[in-house]
């Protein structure tokens, strides 16, 4: 039996649903608080590769997400004239499932919620933890709603900016600047678009991933200097002008890029990242996902490393051994992993942004066609490989 019977997740997204799942398979009373009000998040869509599938299938998910995903072919990269480049594959195939899979965040979000409810896990929206005491036997909490309860252990899902992060540290790991930037917008996709589509700009990207429902998201990175603060209401402005900027006077795919003024969902990301080092715990308060590791999406992985974390930690759990001792199995399985892939994935973004003059531009695209799909292989190996 695990030791742990009473767990708190603070944090209702993608890895603090799938771990309060994994954890309630195996017996444990689990309660869920987030900040927000609902999960009607912006972001639009989000990937996952055979990793995230496969940990999604060890918590009985993978059905359900297959039914609202687009599972998509290789990566086709394309000039900004619109002349073919490379096609980049996700990867390969195991057990039958897609490499890759585009699913909509929200919908993710709410089918996960009811999994969770279905197994008996209490979630409550805006809520937050106002004060955490922490002794031997147990950690005591009091919320923001005026109620308080005694837990086995808390798990901080919270995010980059993350509070339970900031209760275990305090500032010392604070989000870092990138450099990079990222806009997304849900618009409707033009019926010749079969998988993700992305052309490569002068210092970045524009990017066309289908949806299910007719639907595609557009993304567009690129490097932004200082810190600007932008004024919500023209962010569809400000991001049809980034893409035409780094289009030029293409007209490839140009009608997509102009329905960006009618979008009424524009995300606006900075590309900030955090690498909390060995150990995400201290005593039974613990960070994982992007509250202990939030990467930059070039790998399309921070999501997955998410659930990852939760689906190592509860099969863990169920040794009923000490706590300290899983966690520490915990770490020395995860922190080697989830660092490469962090490394590579920030790597891979400023390969991406020495693009901004023509030479420069050449190089990048001579390094996709030459040199990436190699050095994506290699990750790809690592993201294959038992987690």
Known sequence: MPECQKILIVGAGIGGLCTAIALARIGVE??????????????????????????????GLLEDTLAIGFPT??????????????DIPYGRQFDGMPNNVQLPRTGFLEMASAR????????????????????????????????????????????????????????RYTPVRSGGVAWRAPVAAPATLKGALFCHGFGGKVGFVPLAGGMMYVIVTHFEAGRP??????????????????????????????SLL??????????????????WHCGRVMIMGDAAHAMTPYL???????????????????SGD?????????????????????????????????????????RRLAHLVNEEPAALDYVHRILESPY
């Not at 608080?33 to 869509?45: Q, T």
């Not at 009618?262 to 150990?279: F, K």
């Not at 399309?300 to 169920?318: C, H, R, T, W, Y």
């Open 73 to 86: 072919p290789p990566l086709a990269y394309h000039d900004r004239q619109g002349r073919h480049v490379v």
């Open 229 to 258: 603060r932008h004024n919500r209401a023209a962010f569809p402005q400000i991001m049809h002008r980034v893409a035409r900027e780094m289009m030029g006077d293409s007209p490839f795919m140009a009608e997509a890029i102009d």
């Open 322 to 362: 000490a706590l300290y001792d899983v966690q520490t199995r915990f770490m020395a399985q995860r922190y080697p992993r989830v660092k490469t892939i962090w490394d590579t994935s920030l790597q891979m973004m400023h390969e991406e942004f020495d693009s901004a003059t023509p030479e420069a531009l050449d």
């Open 30 to 59: 689990v309660e869920v608080i987030d900040i927000k009000p609902d999960n009607a998040v912006a972001g639009v869509g989000w990937g996952l590769r055979t990793n995230g599938l496969r940990a999604l299938r060890e918590i």
């Open 116 to 171: 969770a409810r279905e197994y008996g896990c209490a979630i409550r929206m805006a809520t937050t933890a106002v004060d955490i005491e922490q002794d031997d036997a147990g950690v005591s909490v009091e919320f923001s709603d005026g109620s308080a309860g005694r837990y086995d252990l808390v798990i901080g899902f919270d995010g980059i900016n993350s509070s339970i992060r900031g209760y275990l540290f305090g500032d």
């Open 262 to 279: 009618d979008a009424t969902n524009v995300a606006y990301t900075p590309l900030d990242t955090v690498m909390v080092p060995y150990p």
């Open 300 to 318: 399309g992985s921070g999501a997955a490393m998410a659930i990852e974390d939760g689906v190592v930690f509860a099969e863990l759990l169920q």
